[in-house]
């Protein structure tokens, strides 16, 4: 109620423009000497005399006079200190209608401020309706991934982002020539174009170190630039972008047919080296095919090549290593900065993704010891922002947005089932509270001239809420007339 009341008093202030620099500000702090401030303020007064504008010179004079005499109402300064403001608030040219203003803030002042201005000042008390804790969001998948924040009642989205991850499946890759001779698990040839799917391949087992049946998986074709490698006795035609098994310091190693050099070794089909002799690129596209076996290699025209589908699940990785690197670093640069006001961080997204970017190494690790929730989630983007926090309501349990969205919801639910227990509407909700029935009242923060409603809830024991219109229950209150209400016990035939 104290953040409602404080944000009608700003909105208030708000809308008031002087015709020049006439609207006077005045904050005193927490336990300054409010005699110190008269004083001042007289002193300003004398100063003022000196304003060339008639107008302007009066109205000062006036503003000041008047808030010297309310500041001589108090006896003290109050505890959290004072916040006041004078002016002249006729919108009619030539003519004067001085008020003034002051608020004891929910918060302690610790600045002094006079100023005089065409507004008046209300930064440091807008600074206060402002939720301090924060909890970060970030929601991701392969595809893209979003930061955002909850902050008081409002989910706001930071930064979305899209990744250069290619998707799991693909038309066409790392290619050989139609003619190569492909050799199965019974050593025996087929060309390369004969090649279907779930058909056995000869395949070498890195893990148990031996020869074993790999089944063909996948079958590709496409147009591409070939390469012609001649090593030993053997030669083969291959796109540039297919991988070869290259001795390199007694370890095999993958490399690309485009990277390959004359005097590299090759793996033979017996496991031997091979050593290149030549190697011819040609400019013109011919038709060719790319195999996927379950090995990740296959035996062709006698040398052991590499499966595409095994480098291009590298190449995904490495994709995604960075994507998640440019999520941390948004992550981290927001985050950091704000310090203890961060209470937490909720991830989710839809797979594993998220796991796997908070076990690796992206996310700082004061950032990581923040991360209260994780969650699966069917969306990305905005949507998965607003799924994240809904599926976090018990992390976020004690946040004013989870508080407002159950009470709200509660309500609504109520009004659903035992409709003889809630009310909305003016009219029906000052009936209940005439009859002493209201338990809980609902307003809605754009609800007109709340306060008559607000002294007979005092009277009647009725606790008030504001609700804001920040969310979608909040916007449902608004639209129900703006004030609703719990009952203790049914009216409806009193």
Known sequence: MEKFKLKKFVQELKSIRGRHTELVSVYIPAGYDLNKIISHLAQEQGTASNIKDKITRTNVIDSLERMIRHLRLFKQTPL???????????????????KVWSIEPPQALNIRIYRCDQTFVTEPLEDMLESKDVYGLIVMDNREGTIGLVKGKSINMIKDMTSGVPGKTRAGGQCLDPETLIINFENKQKKLKEIKKSDLLKCYDFKNKEFASGKCVNVWTSKKKPLLIKA????????YDHSFFVFKNKIIDEVPAEELKVGDFLVSENLDKIRIQEIYSYSHEIEMIDIESSFGNFLANGFLVHNSSVRFARLR?????????RIAEIANQ????MGKNLKGILLGGPGQ???????GNYLNNELKKKVIAIRNLSY???????????????ALAQEEIIKEKKIMQDFFRLLATSSDKAVYGKKDVEKALTL?????????????????????????GATVIYVSTETEEGAQLRDLGGIAAFLRYSIEHM
Not at 232 to 239: A, F, V
Not at 380 to 394: A, Y
Not at 442 to 458: C, D, G, H, M
């Open 334 to 337: 927001e985050f950091l900065a």
């Open 317 to 325: 990785e490495i994709a995604a290593g960075e994507f998640y690197d």
């Open 80 to 98: 959290n200190g004072l916040a006041a403001f004078a002016g002249n608030t006729a919108s009619q040219e030539g003519k004067q209608d001085i």
């Open 232 to 239: 030993g006795d053997l030669e083969i035609t291959s796109s």
């Open 436 to 460: 002493g029935a209201a338990d809980k009242i609902l307003i809605s923060e754009e609800f007109q001239n709340p306060e008559p409603i607000e002294e007979q809830a005092q009277a009647s």
């Open 353 to 359: 993704t998220k796991e796997t970017f908070l076990n």
């Open 380 to 394: 990305t983007g905005e949507f998965g922002l607003k799924e994240l926090v809904e599926k976090s309501q018990d």
